[in-house]
């Protein structure tokens, strides 16, 4: 029963906030786990949507403002709700020593109540960080605005912001891609960043736990960006480390000027020191010699011969530049070339590797030249 009560204690200085819609249905998938590890909370004006969430504490706000329902991506209803309930935010966050923010920054609840919730949380000493997406660009200049001014609001409270270019991610999809598999590709994005922040909160010291380094990490105004890889089998944990580099598909240019890197290695065997020597010098060498570097290595038996690694990557640079035109890919040797696509000239082809050689005539057609050239014909 101590031990019990113990880890009830240690869970509760831990919160994990959904805020809106989006952020309580990441906030339902953490894998269990983790979810242990933490208190789970919920807030939202949509009652439908607490009805069905699995969150340890459902808050419903502005019940009289909002009457149940979601504010409509109005802004101004959002604000109104948080004020009507603030008190019993205030109560729920009682004893959260750290809180982890889910929510996107388009819409009216999770635009307002975020950069609300901040406030509040510099004035009760929480260390906070938010975890928030930008809407898709094709969800028009209303949602856009409400993101930048979530994202002022944010950056003048002491909260630390890792927030995600969702525009980014469709890049990485073929056009085809079925609408319904890229959101959940999206989902599965802020999911992993999720994870990847709990699992380093909450592991034990000298592995994790450092609220500080994450701030240092996530305190510029750059975006962030996930790279994530998996495998089965004997690879080497270098090579599914390069693998997760190169899914970040940023440019050797923006990689070298990013603030921080978080590093998450969860596998079924334990990995030896040589491994991950090799595997998180791998990532440390392309990174700028100023940079923050934070990791969390955990081993979980039921994954087996699995290995996964997510790289949450903080402060890169935003530009007016194509991302997706010079991919940074991460390559086993250093003398690899790309082979490249050319045209063969069929013309110029007669005899090849016979032309020192008597030729083989039958029916007086030389056999050495291919029968199509003989021909006259050409290829398609």
Known sequence: MKTESKEKSIREKYTVCGVGNWGANIVKAINPG???????????SDLQSLICSNAQVKLQIGKKTAA???????????????????????????GTEVLILVTGLGGGLGSAVTPALCRLTDKMGIFTLVLATQPFEFEGKKKAALFGKSLEEIRKSD??????????????????TPYGEAFQRCDGLLQSALESLIAYLTAPPPQGGDCALLKNIFSSQG???????????????????????????????????????????RSGKASSIGELRQAISAVAEMLNEEVHLAFCIEQDEELGDEVKVNLLIGGVPVENEEE?????LVTMKTDYHPPKQTEMDFAKM??????????????????????FIRRGEKLA
């Open 159 to 176: 909260s630390c912001l890792i927030w995600f270019n969702l525009d980014r991610l469709l890049g990485r999809l073929d056009e085809n």
């Open 350 to 371: 007669t005899r090849g590797n016979f032309s020192g050689t008597e030729p083989t005539v039958k029916k007086g057609e030389d056999l050495d030249i291919p029968t």
């Open 324 to 328: 997706t035109s010079s991919p940074f």
């Open 223 to 265: 975006e962030s960006v996930l790279g994530t890889h998996q495998e089965t089998g004997s690879r080497k944990l270098v090579s599914i480390m390069k693998g997760a580099l190169s899914n970040l598909f940023l440019n050797v240019h923006k990689l070298s000027r990013v603030r921080g890197c978080l590093i998450q290695i």
């Open 34 to 44: 983790l979810r242990r590890r933490v208190k789970t909370m919920v807030v939202n």
């Open 68 to 94: 149940g329902r979601g504010t409509g991506g109005d802004r101004e209803a959002g604000e109104k709700a948080f004020r009507e309930s603030e008190s019993d935010i205030h109560k729920s966050l009682s």
